[in-house]
């Protein structure tokens, strides 16, 4: 069987595109090139599917939701508060998992930050 090597690209809509990518690059360090090439270190991806009455991901219309796993949580999420950002106050620990911390994007998309165990 064929099997995928891995997520090829992740796409999203947005009222203003070339507003939208620059939040990613400079709040969060998205380091894309011209044509949304970004090289990302190496780790674990998880792909997990959720209940559809879900409220982990934000809104109910919000049917995805990014995670970026994240060096030190703690510094990333201030980084984010400190360029006036939407952060969720809460964190959460996962015993083996890792922490994780959420942003909302000027588009409304909640993303979520791992910082793996």
Known sequence: MER???IGGYFMRAAD???LGAWYRDCLGLDADENGLWRQGAGPTVFATFE????YFGSRAQQTMLNFRVRDLDAMLAQLRAKGA???????????????????????????LWQPA
């Open 4 to 6: 995928v090597l891995g």
């Open 52 to 55: 559809s009455e879900t409220d």
């Open 86 to 112: 939407d952060v969720a106050e809460e964190t959460q620990d996962m015993d083996g998992v890792g922490r994780f911390g959420w942003v909302t994007d000027p588009e409304g998309n909640r993303v979520e």
């Open 17 to 19: 595109p070339m507003s």
